[in-house]
């Protein structure tokens, strides 16, 4: 592991009685993600989901944090793809990607269940498989076509255009185009299969806190074998860049006894097996919390951790400024360096 970020999902209170309200939170992660550019953090990335009290609409939070950082990588873990006009994400992408210098980082894929039933209709979309996935996977096939450059549309007759800029029939890409920004994309898998296929088709790697497999192995063996199967596929695809993965953990430093009396009954021994979108077999992973040597041991243990560049920290979000600065100080000063962490300043 040579990298390290916070993943945010960016949890809130609907009337602010229970906890902080949506406001409070956005403006929080950007104080957050200010501080952890400071400690040398690598990377703030977000989670998005819909019709509920969690983080929604990823680009004015991660616009706001490039204005105000000058290093961290800032990105998504996942854009649930059912709810997007891929071709209009593309241009929000690049402009962002232009305005941070290459230091976004866009994870897409399928999208995870939400509370809504086919909330995506309610956003203008259709799709004809029950959990959106067919029009998931067309959608990302346009963003990137979009992202590389290729023709959306042709130039109107001179007399309908303004300002005339084009010869009619002149193959239109949209604008603007960041160069490099299609190899600042990410795929969030949950299976050897779309892990397979995130390599066929040329973008980075990022995998979760659970995978949608189960067979008795850990969560770190099952994404081990998802890195290995897409690093095999990278390979006979013949790309010509080397690409990125990333994976996550929840994982509470006990450097003091504030923090052994805030996250220390969070910890478990195993991961668990449940049902997702009620039928599919999941693993979750396990909560980590305690000491920093032990800490260490544990995550050299995980081969998912050792086999990627990247490892996420789900933070509980909804805690406030501090205390999650406090999590990522104790995770650079007192962990990470002796699992081969580089700080922003030294990559």
Same mark, same amino acid.
């Given at each position: 592991?040579?990298?390290f970020?916070f993943?945010?999902?960016g949890?809130?209170?609907?009337?602010g009685?229970?906890?902080?309200?949506?406001?409070?939170?956005?403006?929080?992660?950007?104080e957050?993600?200010?501080?952890?550019?400071?400690?040398?953090?690598n990377?703030?990335?977000?989670?998005?989901?819909?019709f509920?009290?969690?983080?929604?609409?990823?680009?004015?939070?991660?616009?706001?944090?490039?204005?105000?950082?000058?290093?961290?990588?800032?990105?998504?873990?996942?854009?649930?793809?059912?709810? =997007? &006009?891929?071709?209009?994400? $593309?241009? %929000?992408?690049?402009? #962002?990607? *232009?305005?941070?210098?290459?230091?976004? /980082?866009?994870?897409?894929?399928?999208g995870?269940?939400?509370?809504?039933?086919?909330g995506?209709?309610?956003?203008?979309?259709?799709?004809?498989? =029950? &959990?959106?996935?067919?029009? $998931?996977? %067309?959608?990302?096939? #346009?963003? *990137?076509?979009?992202?590389?450059?290729? /023709?959306?549309?042709?130039?109107?007759?001179?007399?309908?255009?303004?300002?005339?800029m084009?010869?009619?029939?002149?193959?239109?890409?949209?604008?603007?185009?960041?160069p490099?920004?299609?190899?600042?994309?990410?795929?969030?898998?949950?299976?050897?299969?779309?892990?397979?296929?995130?390599?066929?088709?040329?973008?980075?790697?990022?995998?979760?806190?659970?995978?949608?497999e189960?067979?008795?192995?850990?969560?770190?063996?099952?994404?081990?074998?998802?890195?290995r199967?897409?690093?095999?596929?990278?390979?006979?695809?013949g790309?010509?860049?080397?690409?990125?993965?990333s994976?996550?953990?929840s994982?509470?430093?006990?450097?003091?006894?504030?923090?052994?009396?805030?996250?220390?009954?969070?910890?478990?021994?195993?991961?668990q097996?449940?049902?997702?979108?009620?039928?599919?077999?999941?693993?979750?992973?396990?909560?980590?919390?305690?000491?920093?040597?032990?800490?260490?041991?544990?995550?050299?243990?995980?081969?998912?951790?050792?086999?990627?560049?990247?490892?996420?920290?789900?933070?509980?979000?909804?805690?406030?400024?501090?205390?999650?600065?406090?999590?990522?100080?104790?995770?650079?000063?007192?962990?990470?360096?002796?699992?081969g962490?580089?700080?922003?300043?030294?990559?």
């Amino acid at each position: 592991m040579k990298r390290f970020g916070f993943l945010s999902f960016g949890h809130h209170s609907i009337d602010g009685r229970d906890g902080l309200d949506a406001g409070e939170v956005l403006r929080s992660s950007v104080e957050l993600a200010q501080a952890a550019d400071e400690i040398g953090v690598n990377g703030a990335y977000f989670r998005v989901h819909h019709f509920a009290p969690q983080g929604a609409s990823p680009m004015p939070l991660m616009g706001a944090i490039v204005g105000a950082t000058k290093h961290i990588e800032v990105g998504t873990g996942v854009i649930d793809m059912r709810y =997007e &006009n891929p071709l209009q994400l $593309a241009e %929000e992408a690049a402009a #962002l990607d *232009l305005l941070s210098q290459g230091r976004l /980082a866009l994870g897409v894929s399928r999208g995870s269940p939400e509370p809504a039933l086919r909330g995506w209709e309610a956003f203008g979309y259709g799709a004809k498989t =029950e &959990n959106g996935a067919d029009m $998931a996977r %067309e959608k990302f096939e #346009l963003f *990137l076509a979009a992202i590389r450059g290729y /023709a959306f549309a042709e130039a109107n007759s001179l007399d309908q255009q303004y300002p005339q800029m084009y010869k009619p029939g002149t193959p239109l890409p949209i604008f603007p185009h960041s160069p490099g920004l299609e190899q600042r994309v990410w795929w969030g898998s949950g299976t050897r299969l779309s892990a397979e296929q995130a390599a066929k088709d040329g973008v980075n790697l990022m995998s979760s806190t659970l995978v949608s497999e189960a067979d008795g192995s850990s969560l770190g063996e099952l994404q081990a074998e998802q890195i290995r199967v897409y690093r095999q596929a990278w390979q006979e695809a013949g790309h010509d860049w080397e690409p990125r993965v990333s994976v996550s953990r929840s994982v509470f430093p006990i450097v003091t006894g504030e923090d052994r009396e805030m996250f220390g009954l969070l910890a478990s021994d195993s991961d668990q097996i449940g049902l997702l979108e009620g039928a599919t077999k999941t693993t979750f992973g396990r909560t980590y919390a305690a000491e920093p040597d032990v800490l260490i041991e544990q995550l050299k243990a995980d081969p998912a951790i050792a086999a990627a560049d990247t490892l996420m920290l789900t933070i509980p979000n909804q805690l406030g400024t501090d205390i999650n600065t406090r999590i990522l100080d104790n995770f650079a000063k007192h962990v990470a360096p002796a699992l081969g962490w580089q700080a922003n300043a030294e990559i």
